[in-house]
């Protein structure tokens, strides 16, 4: 199958609890790439423990009142990618009362990426996001993450907008 086909072949939709073990292995997939990048920050979780939050629903915050949205791309059956998303909102009276589609995880099973799915996952989030009257989407990558750096400003149309300074104690 070329990768045309494989693109079209993806089902974007909201996850269900069945979903649990396959969103848990892109999840991991994605834990140890970034413990790559950031080993001093980052470890990979257990897989059943992933399993179990997304399976209860309790990678969104309580009190989100449904304010939050896992959607999985599904290609032939099979869990390949998902973006967990919620709504935001600035705490800071500085800011402008604006209503912020926040995506806090995104990822794509190695095997599956560079065709297009991490793209459809992102624009549907976003699309989630502006139907609730959304006005910004936001995210967050590492800075030596260039591949997603790349995906987000390149082909998705995010630009830098804060940074984040950490220092250890
Ligand atoms: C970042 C991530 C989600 C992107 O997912 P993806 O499915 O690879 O994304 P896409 O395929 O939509 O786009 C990525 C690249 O594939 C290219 N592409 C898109 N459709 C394509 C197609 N049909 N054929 C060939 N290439 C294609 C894009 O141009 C893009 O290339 P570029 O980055 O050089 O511009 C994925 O790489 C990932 O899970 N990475 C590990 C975890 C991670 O870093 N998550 C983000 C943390 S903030």
Known sequence: MNEASCVAAVTIRPAVSEDADGIARTFLESAEYHAGLDRERYRIPALETIS????????????AGGQG????AELRG????????????????MHREILYCHVVE???SSRHQHQGIGG???????DWGRGLGAEFASLEYLAVNTR????YQRRMGYRVASIVAIKRL
């Open 120 to 126: 459809q996952l992102l624009q549907a989030a976003e």
């Open 52 to 63: 179990a939050r997304y399976r209860e629903g309790r990678q969104h915050p309580p009190d």
């Open 148 to 151: 997603a750096s790349e995906f």
């Open 106 to 108: 995104i990822a794509v």
């Open 69 to 72: 949205i896992t959607l999985v």
């Open 78 to 93: 099979e869990i390949v990618g998902f973006v967990d998303t919620r709504l935001d909102r600035s705490p800071d009276p």
